[in-house]
C-alpha cells in the first residue's frame, strides 16, 4: 500500500505563552501544501522496520514512522510492517514532515492491517508522538490551540498561488520554543476570521500571518530575512515563515508571478508551488 504524507505550512503562529508543563499554549492555521512524501507499507510476520532513500535520516527507534507502527501494533499484539519512505519535504524545515509521515502511519497501518482503531485513539497515539502530529491526521485545514492538539477543521481554500521556499538550513524546533522572547501584549487568537478578512483586502494579510517565532529565528538566521524579503519584492501580497522555520512561503494572485518568483529562487533552495484551492489527496486511487 503506497500512500502520501503531505507537507503544511502555518497561516500565522502566535505564542500564547509557556505552560507549567514546559510546552508552549498557540494558536496556528495549519495548511496543506502540495508537496508530499510517499511511504510504501509492506506486512510482515512481527515487528516494523523501515528504509529511507535519505541517508541522514534515522530509520530506527529515532524515525516517528517507527514509533507510530509500534505504537499500532501493540494495539493488537502480533502482525508487522515494513515502510519505505521516499522523502522530498525537507527536514528541520518547519513543514512538519517528521509529523506527517507518524501520521501516514496511523491512518494507514489500521487498514493495511484490517485493524479497527478508533479515532480517539489515533488522536491519542498522534498527540503522544508530538505536538503537530494529531493535525496530520485531518483531512484539510485546521485551526490548532493548546500545544497544537487541540484542533478545530476549518472551511478555508486558499485563494492564493503559495511558493514555499526552504534554503539550505536546520532549525531545531526546541531551540526556537527555547529562545522565544514572550511579549505582554494581548494575541488575537481568532485567526481563522483574521485570515478570511486578510483574503476579502489584502492590506489585512500580514497581520494574519504574524508568526511569533520570525523575530528570535530570522536574528540568529539573517538569510531567513533575507528570503522574506525576496519573496515580497518579486510580487508576493504577503510572505511569512512557516513553524519555527526555516521555510518561507510567498502568496501571489497569479500564476505568472508565482511562476516568476519560483524561476528566480536561488540553487540551492528547495521550491515548491501550491495552486489556489488546492487539497490533499492521501491514498491515491490504485492503477
Ligand atoms: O511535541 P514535540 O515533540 O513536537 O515538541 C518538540 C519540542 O518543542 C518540545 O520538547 C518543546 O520544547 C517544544 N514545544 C513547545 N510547545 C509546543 C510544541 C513544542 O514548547 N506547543
Given at each position: 500500500m503506497t500512500v502520501r504524507s503531505y507537507a503544511k505550512i502555518n497561516l500565522g503562529l502566535r505564542i500564547i505563552g509557556k505552560r507549567p508543563d514546559g510546552y508552549h499554549d498557540l494558536v496556528t492555521v495549519?495548511?496543506?501544501?502540495?508537496?508530499?512524501?510517499?511511504?510504501?507499507?509492506?506486512?510482515?510476520?512481527?515487528?516494523?522496520?523501515?528504509?529511507?532513500?535519505?541517508?541522514?535520516?534515522?530509520?530506527?527507534?529515532?524515525?516517528?514512522?517507527?514509533?507510530?507502527?509500534?505504537?499500532?501494533?501493540?494495539?493488537?499484539?502480533?502482525?508487522?510492517?515494513?515502510?519505505?519512505?521516499?522523502?522530498?519535504?525537507?527536514?528541520?524545515?518547519?513543514?512538519?514532515?517528521?509529523?506527517?509521515?507518524?501520521?501516514?502511519?496511523?491512518?494507514?497501518?489500521?487498514v493495511l492491517l484490517g485493524l479497527q482503531v478508533g479515532t480517539d485513539e489515533l488522536h491519542s497515539i498522534a498527540a503522544g508522538l508530538g505536538s503537530d502530529v494529531p493535525f496530520f491526521l485531518q483531512d484539510s485545514s485546521t485551526e490548532a490551540h493548546g500545544r497544537g492538539e487541540i484542533l478545530r477543521p476549518i472551511d478555508f481554500r486558499s485563494p492564493w498561488w503559495i511558493l514555499t521556499v526552504t534554503p539550505d538550513m536546520h532549525v531545531s524546533t526546541a531551540w526556537a520554543y527555547g529562545s522565544l522572547r514572550l511579549g505582554g501584549a494581548a494575541i488575537d487568537s481568532q485567526l481563522t476570521s483574521a485570515l478570511a478578512r486578510g483574503a476579502a483586502d489584502e492590506s489585512l494579510l500580514a497581520h494574519a500571518l504574524i508568526n511569533d517565532f520570525e523575530p528570535t529565528v530570522m536574528e540568529r538566521f539573517p538569510e531567513i530575512a533575507a528570503l522574506r524579503s525576496r519573496l515580497l519584492a518579486s510580487g508576493a501580497i504577503a510572505a511569512a515563515m512557516s513553524g519555527s522555520g526555516s521555510s518561507v512561503y510567498g502568496l501571489y494572485t497569479s500564476e505568472a508571478s508565482a511562476a516568476v518568483a519560483l524561476e528566480r529562487i536561488p540553487s540551492g533552495m528547495t521550491a515548491s508551488l501550491t495552486a489556489p484551492g488546492f487539497s490533499p489527496v492521501f491514498i491515491p486511487p490504485l492503477g
Open positions: 495549519f495548511h496543506y501544501i502540495d508537496l508530499y512524501d510517499t511511504l510504501t507499507l509492506t506486512p510482515m510476520e512481527t515487528g516494523a522496520s523501515m528504509e529511507c532513500n535519505r541517508e541522514d535520516l534515522p530509520c530506527d527507534d529515532r524515525n516517528l514512522c517507527i514509533r507510530a507502527a509500534k505504537a499500532v501494533l501493540a494495539l493488537t499484539g502480533s502482525g508487522g510492517v515494513h515502510i519505505v519512505l521516499g522523502k522530498r519535504i525537507p527536514t528541520g524545515a518547519g513543514l512538519g514532515g517528521g509529523s506527517s509521515n507518524a501520521a501516514a502511519v496511523l491512518r494507514a497501518l489500521p
